[in-house]
């Protein structure tokens, strides 16, 4: 019997029967702050938590993240070297995300935005698109989201590239690796990519070498009238460089889904900017019954010693 502790600043979605049903090791769940005994504590199951609280855990075997990203665990170098940390990787957020760039890039590239308007106008107007495979989609971030996206676009006919720090890619794909870092790794590679690339979708984690990264030095080195599409982290995109490239036409629109600080503040001029179009960070959300299965599996693993699935490397940070 394992003793999951569910710990969330923000979630409601997760009820007492998450894990009823679910095969695999029996578990019971307690939900935070009714910690109980807490040398009880096996797992935590965490989303933004308050990290002070960690330290009261003393037989803790491994952190399971709510999500795919790490980065509301705060400093992972401050977790002990002999914890493992554990992200959420499934299909069925794999295939959400997909489907999030998906709608979005076309929504640009059919020019959704225009007959949107047009509708408003009850105006008739068919307007000629360029042909898929002349359409360069640039996807940063080649891993377990961003391969996927990549696949699918290249599937309905996109000219796709991808970016990443050690060059992972999908056979007929051009692979872009980041400047300076990584075996093989060519300087120059983000911006020629950039140079390639008309619709720019960052699936990038949030860490040190990522914050900030879209910027309006980045935003300068894409074609001018591209679009840019964010749904790895708000911190990894600069709002008032996009703002301005917005304003200058060097960017043509924007699809936006996580942001610099979330809930997006009403006040925020993204709301109603006519060039950007936002979502409630819910590009691919976390299904409670696969999460559990997955966590639950997890831990069969680690209790018969064998590696888990979505282990993070805490000196990379994702
Ligand atoms: P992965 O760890 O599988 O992939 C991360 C990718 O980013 C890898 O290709 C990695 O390169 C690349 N990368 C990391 N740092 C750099 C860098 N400095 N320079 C270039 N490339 C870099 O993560 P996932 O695909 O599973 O998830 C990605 C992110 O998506 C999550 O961390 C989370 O922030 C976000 N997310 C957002 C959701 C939403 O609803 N908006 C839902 C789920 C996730 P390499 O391959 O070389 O390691
Ligand atoms: C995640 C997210 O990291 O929802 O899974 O952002």
């Known amino acids: 019997m394992?003793?999951?502790?569910?710990?969330?600043?923000?979630?409601?979605?997760?009820?007492?029967?998450?894990?009823?049903?679910?095969?695999?090791?029996?578990?019971?769940?307690?939900?935070?702050?009714?910690?109980?005994?807490?040398?009880?504590?096996d797992y935590l199951l965490i989303w933004?938590?308050?990290q002070a609280a960690l330290s009261t855990f003393p037989n803790l075997k491994a952190v399971f993240s709510l999500?795919?990203?790490?980065?509301?665990?705060?400093?992972?170098?401050?977790?002990?070297?002999?914890?493992?940390?554990?992200?959420?990787?499934?299909?069925?957020?794999?295939?959400?995300?997909?489907?999030?760039?998906?709608?979005?890039?076309?929504?640009?590239?059919?020019?959704d935005p225009a007959y949107r308007a047009q509708q408003a106008d009850k105006i008739w107007q068919a307007h000629l698109v360029p042909p898929a495979s002349a359409v360069r989609v640039g996807i940063a971030g080649a891993g377990v989201l961003?391969?996927?996206?990549?696949?699918?676009?290249?599937?309905?006919?996109?000219?796709?590239?991808?970016?990443?720090?050690?060059?992972?890619?999908?056979?007929?794909?051009?692979s872009f690796t980041g400047p300076g870092v990584g075996a093989g790794a060519r300087a120059g590679a983000l911006d020629d990519f950039l140079a390639r690339t008309d619709m720019l979708v960052s699936l990038l984690p949030l860490t040190e070498e990522t914050r900030g990264i879209w910027n309006e030095e980045r935003f300068a080195r894409l074609p001018r009238g591209a679009f840019v599409l964010n749904a790895?982290?708000?911190?990894?995109?600069?709002?008032?460089?996009?703002?301005?490239?917005?304003?200058?036409?060097?960017?043509?629109?924007?699809?936006?889904d996580v942001f610099e600080s979330e809930p997006l503040a009403e006040t925020h001029p993204f709301w109603s900017h006519p060039k950007v179009i936002v979502s409630p960070h819910m590009a691919s959300?976390?299904?409670?019954?696969?999460?559990?299965?997955?966590?639950?599996?997890?831990?069969?693993?680690?209790?018969?010693?064998?590696?888990?699935?979505?282990?993070?490397?805490?000196?990379?940070?994702?």
């Open 285 to 318: 959300l976390t299904h409670p019954k696969a999460l559990a299965a997955r966590v639950a599996e997890n831990i069969g693993r680690l209790e018969r010693g064998v590696p888990v699935e979505g282990l993070v490397d805490r000196t990379r940070g994702y």
């Open 232 to 256: 790895g982290r708000g911190k990894t995109l600069v709002e008032a460089d996009l703002l301005a490239a917005l304003e200058s036409g060097q960017v043509a629109g924007a699809a936006l």
């Open 67 to 111: 999500g795919a990203g790490v980065d509301h665990l705060g400093d992972l170098s401050a977790w002990p070297d002999t914890l493992p940390i554990i992200r959420f990787v499934d299909p069925s957020l794999t295939d959400e995300m997909t489907g999030w760039v998906v709608l979005n890039v076309l929504r640009f590239h059919r020019q």
């Open 2 to 41: 394992a003793t999951v502790l569910l710990m969330s600043t923000s979630e409601l979605r997760y009820g007492d029967d998450l894990f009823d049903g679910v095969p695999g090791p029996s578990v019971t769940l307690r939900r935070w702050p009714e910690v109980g005994d807490a040398s009880e504590i």
């Open 146 to 174: 961003g391969l996927a996206a990549a696949e699918a676009l290249a599937g309905l006919g996109y000219d796709v590239a991808v970016w990443s720090r050690t060059g992972r890619a999908l056979d007929g794909l051009q």
């Open 48 to 50: 933004g938590a308050p």
